[in-house]
T-cell receptor, first 114, second 112 residues
Framework: DVKVTQSSRYLVKRTGEKVFLECVQDMDHENMFWYRQDPGLGLRLIYFSYDVKMKEKGDIPEGYSVSREKKERFSLILESASTNQTSMYLC????WGTGAQPQHFGDGTRLSIL | DQQVKQNSPSLSVQEGRISILNCDYTNSMFDYFLWYKKYPAEGPTFLISISSIKDKNEDGRFTVFLNKSAKHLSLHIVPSQPGDSAVYFCAVSGGGADGLTFGKGTHLIIQP
């Protein structure tokens, strides 16, 4: 069974801090994704990666960066946290290939920026 | 502009009846259409998908219908059970390794 693990379930940080959200998957998936979920807005794609050291911008990349140094690990970085980045962050992974491959999600990190 | 629309924020259905969740999309180039289910405090879980070359896919109590000419898909759950109470997200893919584009979700409530 696919396991996507996000390092923290809840996180509270201050405005201006640099924040790291970590995600690890154990199924040797090529693709990894970061989304944020906000009430009334659904899930929106921030960044994705289809290989080690590769990254692509999603729909809302501003204020974020990512790092993928190893195949199983995909980190989301908030360079200088702001209150409008308070959200639920979801990591996902999938096998390489067409969009037919379902994405498997972690349980999310609820991030609050004060 | 929203590429994927779920126009019903919530839906209430009696246990044992059919639940029908709807989704509209704007881009006829989308290749795959997926439904995810999400419980509070958990990540979304994949439910069922359909490719653009089909118009129906069935898996147990869940059936997804695709109407390409209307750019519309629907998820039918029959019979509905209390454990089906969750938020359902419609998602589309243009193929390749790109991420999914999600609708805003429909909160399904199954009443006893």
């Amino acid at each position: 069974d696919v396991k996507v693990t996000q390092s923290s379930r809840y996180l509270v940080k201050r405005t201006g801090e640099k924040v790291f959200l970590e995600c690890v998957q154990d199924m040797d998936h090529e693709n990894m994704f970061w989304y944020r979920q906000d009430p009334g807005l659904g899930l929106r794609l921030i960044y994705f990666s289809y290989d080690v050291k590769m990254k692509e911008k999603g729909d809302i990349p501003e204020g974020y960066s990512v790092s993928r140094e190893k195949k199983e690990r995909f980190s989301l970085i908030l360079e200088s946290a702001s209150t409008n980045q308070t959200s639920m962050y979801l990591c996902a992974s999938s096998l390489w290939g067409t969009g037919a491959q379902p994405q498997h999600f972690g349980d999310g990190t609820r991030l609050s920026i004060l | 502009d929203q590429q994927v629309k779920q126009n019903s924020p919530s839906l209430s259905v009696q246990e044992g009846r059919i639940s029908i969740l709807n989704c509209d999309y704007t881009n006829s180039m989308f290749d795959y259409f997926l439904w995810y289910k999400k419980y509070p405090a958990e990540g979304p879980t994949f439910l069922i998908s359909i490719s653009s070359i089909k118009d129906k896919n069935e898996d147990g109590r869940f059936t997804v219908f695709l109407n390409k000419s209307a750019k519309h898909l629907s998820l039918h759950i029959v019979p509905s059970q209390p454990g089906d109470s969750a938020v359902y997200f419609c998602a589309v893919s243009g193929g390749g390794a790109d991420g999914l584009t999600f609708g805003k979700g429909t909160h399904l409530i199954i009443q006893p």
